[in-house]
């Protein structure tokens, strides 16, 4: 992925600021490339980093990164054939089993995900995924709550990354397990709403291995200049499909060998 940007500083702080404005008083917006049609996925990752360096200003704490659009059908449903990568703070953690607002968000959906959590630092811009397996303490369940802020889900790859991937919140949970005593590749994975099954899929739908997905962050963070500290959270992307959800859906996510997360959704 090319790190080429275009767009000028004050340009950046604007998008930074309207992205910003969005996700936290939970407004749709127009996709970015609607005013800068020549925006580069570089600009992204710029609006991107310019957003994360306000929140921490602002005293959240960066946990760790997602890896987004991993998977086959969700990159030919998105129209792109490389995957993004998004930072996740404590802001969007919520607990398992808590109650999570929609109130502050505009259009929730929920993805299973492996995630990952690293106790050594990884460095690209050629990291593997035998590397990320070393390099992980444990891997647990976790679902992600995307929430894209444009209007009538239009968007494209370069507005969604200056979106921070549509990260909005996360819940893990189950048991924690150590990845060598696992086979990443077929874990099966089954989303329940309401009592009703509504999503299915395996693990090998990112990527062919989660663990190929956090590799893939790490060499998207070397091309930004950065690394992947010991002691991050990763999400390691969608195994099934993004589901919505609205007040008072409950969802519970249960996932061979690593247990089930849940949790409940109010106004
Ligand atoms: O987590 C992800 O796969 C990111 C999805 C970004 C696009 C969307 O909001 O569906
Ligand atoms: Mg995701």
Not at 100 to 116: M, N, Q, W, Y
Not at 130 to 152: C, K, N, Q
Not at 242 to 259: H, S, T, Y
């Amino acid at each position: 992925m090319s790190m080429e940007t275009t767009l000028t500083r004050e340009d950046i702080v604007r998008l930074t600021e309207r992205i910003e404005g969005a996700q936290t008083r939970a407004y749709a917006i127009p996709k970015l490339t609607n005013e800068y049609p020549n925006m580069t996925h570089g600009d992204g990752y710029a609006v991107q980093t310019e957003l994360r360096r306000r929140f921490i200003a602002q005293g959240h704490r960066h946990v760790g990164w997602k890896a987004g659009l991993t998977s086959k059908a969700k990159m030919q449903q998105m129209g792109v054939n490389v995957p993004s990568i998004g930072f996740l703070t404590d802001r969007m953690a919520r607990p398992e089993n808590s109650a999570i607002s929609t109130g502050d968000l505009v259009h929730p959906r929920v993805e299973c995900e492996v995630a990952f959590v690293t106790n050594k630092t990884l460095i690209g811009p050629n990291c593997t995924k035998e590397e990320v397996l070393e390099a992980t303490d444990y891997v647990l369940p976790a679902v992600e709550i995307i929430d894209s802020r444009f209007s009538g889900f239009k968007f494209d790859l370069e507005s969604v990354i200056a979106d921070n991937g549509s990260s909005a919140r996360y819940v893990g949970g189950g048991r924690a397990r150590d990845p060598k005593d696992l086979d990443l590749r077929t874990l099966g994975v089954v989303m329940e709403k309401n009592g009703e099954m509504v999503a299915m899929g395996a693990s090998a739908a990112v990527l062919g291995h989660p663990a190929e997905a956090v590799a893939m962050l790490v060499n998207i963070l070397a091309e930004m200049g950065e690394t992947l500290p010991a002691g991050s959270f990763v999400m390691s992307g969608g195994i099934t499909e993004a589901i919505a959800v609205q007040p008072g859906d409950n969802v519970i996510a249960r996932f061979q060998e690593l247990g089930s997360v849940s949790m409940r959704f109010v106004e």
